[in-house]
């Protein structure tokens, strides 16, 4: 068993989550705000960092962006004592609204870092849905180069995005075009799926002007796994 | 709220969408097939600053506790999300249920500042409600007015179909009691509704009245057009606050709100009468909350919200006479919480050590304290009642206690000032950054801050200064250089409120019906937002003034005869004129008036009632 906390002063407390409907417009940051009044507001006995500005400790794995659900997003908590998981669960449920919830909590034996892939279901719906529309996309993505500019700190860069992409297959559902991917979720290179669309947008042309057209895409993050492919947790 | 699909690409184009979509913790859905009347509580701001605002955490509260009533808030967009929806034809909605603002029964308007109305009525325009109310179908809401503005609800009358004078937690369940229950008897329609609702104390309601006017353009008289139209309306109070309700809950915003905390209302009204203050005057006489009522409020808030911090506020926290008793049993639980404390209005005169020990929190290096005036002559002219040596006093305190940064609020603008009473403001600085170098260096804090901010008085209804006459903007203009000039320290900095800001805002704080036609030429011309540098365009307005034939400068630079009909005659805030002119005498004379907990000054809100030791 992995050693996850040295420290004997707290014990920490996994938290798998989901985030649905109107809070994938919740930015991480506020996401960060809110979950600690949560907790206080559940009375969890939270280990707070020592010092002259004591603060609680909340680790969350991979940042989900503004305009993405999630039925897998994870928090480390630094708790006092071990508090049975179960009533931890219960209690902040209690005190979330339906749309996040607590779908598990347990005390881990990995550590949050070795979160590597994140799988995703992109739902697209676009005008003009047909077999050869679906062929150009797969096409598309089975590219060699998956070429798009990324916003960087230094500025605007063109990166290849496809080695990034550990796997993804299109298949349609109820009149919407589904894209089953995984993408890498290493803090280093870090694939956020809106770049999936964005390509297709830009290179099939699909999702011109989806208010006017009544189209629209969503994105939902489904799972987690090591590096391994075996589940995170 | 269940956003439509397609609308999720617009959402993630605008800045902080999580504003426009609700689902927070405590938000209340009911289901709207089986409640009675649905009502849309607009905010004419931003998210963030309308989730702040105690007025609308209160009513929200109030109007939800009837099982027959579904209270949802509508906030103003921001400029970007206001343009996408222009651009696409989306209409203003509900953040609870997502439903447009036009299919409420009634729609509730608070009008917090002048500023807001572009915005109020630009709201209405995202809606497709015609502005006007006379333009309004049978089955539109009914638009109704309240908040501090609606003390002189006269240059946006004709846009509301009618007002909540005074505080709203008993009018508006009436308000919407009355609705219920003609619909329910097959006696509604819009003109029968209103004629009823004007029986209501505390309803005012505009197209009931007929303003005439005199030759020199100065208004004759208020005529109501029915003998059951009450002919002045009387300001609602609420008699015991102990006894009011008040949110156990509060809807919990995702995103960051302006004041994200907890905040007891320690009491209302106010025992100070500072001659230019209008909610000093119109929010009187003062009831008190008890510390045990309070205490059990601030503890179940806690619970049910998780906020780290407690805001006792009140027009002057440290006027309430239980004041030790309230901080000693917070800080009973609060500190073991690591919930602080904090007192946003304090006055000089009564700041101490033990005071700022119990709300000292690790977070604000600074204290403000507003003075008003620079010279001991002006502050008596505005009732004041503080010294210099208060003022020093309480710095000299706030020094050792370690705050480096010392805010000071002044007033520029006010009725005999002098170019003397102007260099007083520097002068005052000055002595406060002496005050620190007095203190020996090991006993005070490293380094000094000194920030002068200085607004620009506006004449407001209901005080006693409503007759007085703004400066003009050349006179600030040299007041704020001659100012500047003074100040010689490097370390005081000094901030001014921008006139043009401030005449329009006489404009609209003093106007009549006669000013309505210029906001809604305003809102016709995309204005919104005006409160903030990014939404107020001066010389628009002077345009539209000058468009629809309104001279600015009758509400403004020129003063009211005493004899005069004032345009918020109309209403009864209780205090009465004869009082508020033998205070417009005795700051002429330089004569102060003592605060109600020395005497009674027989000001006439006693005549309203509500539980107090002081009227009499
Ligand atoms: S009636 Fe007297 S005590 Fe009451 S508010 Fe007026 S002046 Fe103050």
Redesign the pocket.
């Given at each position: 068993m992995v050693q996850i906390s040295n420290n004997p002063a707290y014990s920490v407390l996994r938290i798998k989550f989901k985030k649905l409907g109107d809070l994938q417009y919740i930015s991480h940051l506020d996401l960060v705000r809110t979950m600690h009044k949560i907790i206080v507001r559940a009375g969890l006995p939270l280990w707070y960092t020592e010092g002259f500005n004591p603060k609680p400790k909340m680790v969350f794995a991979a940042p989900l962006s503004i305009g993405a659900e999630s039925v897998c997003e994870f928090m480390d908590l630094r708790v006092t004592e071990r508090i049975d998981p179960d009533e931890a669960k219960r209690r902040l449920n209690e005190n979330m609204t339906s749309e996040m919830q607590v779908v598990d909590a347990y005390y881990p034996d990995v550590k949050i870092t070795e979160l590597a892939f994140l799988s995703y279901e992109i739902s697209i719906k676009t005008n003009g849905l047909n077999e050869a529309l679906l062929e150009k996309c797969r096409a598309a993505l089975d590219a060699d180069t998956i070429k798009v500019v990324k916003k960087t700190k230094s500025g605007d860069a063109e990166v290849d995005i496809k080695p990034l992409i550990r796997s993804a297959q299109i298949r349609t559902s109820g009149g919407e075009m589904v894209i089953d991917c995984t993408l890498s979720a290493d803090p280093s290179s870090f694939l956020n799926p809106e770049y999936v669309v964005k390509y297709l947008k830009d290179n099939v042309g699909i999702l011109s002007d989806p208010i006017i057209t009544n189209e629209w895409y969503s994105i939902l993050r489904t799972a987690a796994f090591k590096a391994d492919m075996t589940e995170f947790r | 709220m269940p956003v439509p699909k397609n609308l999720s690409s617009v959402l993630k184009s605008v800045t902080k969408p999580g504003r426009y979509t609700g689902g927070e913790f405590n938000s209340i859905i009911k289901n709207k097939e089986t409640v009675k009347c649905r009502f849309a509580f607009c905010f004419p701001d931003t998210y963030e600053i309308g989730m702040s605002n105690l007025g609308v955490r209160i009513l929200y509260d109030v109007l939800n506790k009837d099982e027959d009533v579904w209270c949802e808030r509508v906030y103003a967009p921001w400029t970007d999300m206001r343009d996408k929806m222009r651009e696409y034809s989306i209409p203003l909605s509900a953040i609870e249920s997502g439903d447009p603002l036009g299919e409420f029964d009634l729609v509730g308007i608070s009008l917090q500042y002048e500023l807001c109305y572009t915005t109020a009525l630009a709201m209405l325009g995202l809606a497709n409600i015609p502005l006007w109310s006379k333009d309004r179908s049978e089955d539109a809401p009914i638009i109704i007015g309240g908040g501090p503005c609606a003390y002189n609800p006269e240059p946006v009358a004709d846009f509301f179909d009618l007002f909540n004078i005074g505080e709203g937690e008993e009018v508006l369940l009436e308000i919407s009691h009355l609705y219920i229950k003609m619909k329910e008897e097959g006696t509604y329609s819009r003109s029968a509704f209103l004629r009823e609702a004007s029986h209501i104390e505390g309803v005012y309601v505009p197209s009931l009245y007929r303003a005439e006017y005199n030759s020199d353009g100065t208004l004759k008289e208020y005529e109501p057009i029915y003998f059951d139209v009450p002919r002045t309306v009387k300001k609602r109070i609420i008699a015991d606050l102990d006894k009011a309700p008040y949110p156990e809950k509060l809807v919990m915003p995702y995103t960051e709100t302006v004041h994200d905390r907890i905040v007891l209302e320690v009491y209302r009204g106010c025992i100070r009468g500072c001659r230019f203050c209008q909610a000093g005057m119109v929010y009187?006489?003062?009831r008190e909350k008890s510390p045990e009522v309070l205490c059990k409020a601030a503890k179940c808030l806690y619970e049910s919200t998780g906020y780290d911090e407690i805001s006792l506020i009140s027009l002057s926290i440290s006027d309430y006479s239980r004041l030790p008793e309230l901080t000693d049993s917070l800080l009973e639980w609060t500190d073991e919480k690591r919930v602080s404390l904090s007192l946003p209005s304090l006055r000089v005169d009564s700041f101490s050590e033990e005071l700022m020990k119990k709300v000292s929190s690790v977070r604000t290096a600074g204290l403000t304290f507003a003075p008003e005036a620079g010279t001991q002559r002006m502050r008596d002219v505005i009732n004041k009642n503080v010294t210099e040596e208060d003022l020093l006093r309480s710095v000299r305190i706030a020094f050792r206690g370690g705050k480096s940064n010392i805010k000071l609020y002044f007033m520029d603008g006010l009725p005999t000032e002098t170019l003397d009473d102007i260099k007083g403001i520097a002068d005052l600085a000055k002595l406060v950054v002496n005050e620190y170098f007095a203190i020996p260096k090991p006993e005070r804090p490293h380094g000094i801050g000194v920030t002068i901010s200085v607004s620009c008085f506006i004449p407001k209804p209901f005080t006693p200064f409503q007759w007085e006459k703004q400066d003009s903007f050349s006179l600030l203009e040299q007041k704020q250089a001659h100012l500047r000039s003074c100040i010689t320290d490097k370390r005081i900095k000094y901030n001014y409120h921008d006139a043009k800001t401030s005449f329009i805002e006489a404009v609209l704080a003093r106007g009549d019906r006669r000013v309505a036609p210029v906001i809604a030429y305003m809102v016709k011309n995309g204005a919104m937002l005006d409160a903030w540098d990014e939404g107020f365009d001066f010389d628009k307005w002077m345009d539209a003034f000058e468009k629809c034939g309104v001279d600015p400068a009758f509400y403004t630079t020129r003063g009211f005869a005493t004899d005069e009909v004032l345009p918020w005659d109309i209403i009864d805030c209780g205090v009465t004129k004869k009082y508020l002119l033998s205070e417009r005498e005795k700051a002429y004379r330089g004569v102060t008036t003592p605060s109600?907990a020395e005497h009674?000054?027989?000001?006439g809100?006693?005549k309203l009632g509500g539980n107090n030791k002081?009227?009499?």
């Open positions: - | 009187r006489p003062i109600c009674c000054n027989g000001c809100a006693n002081w009227c009499k």
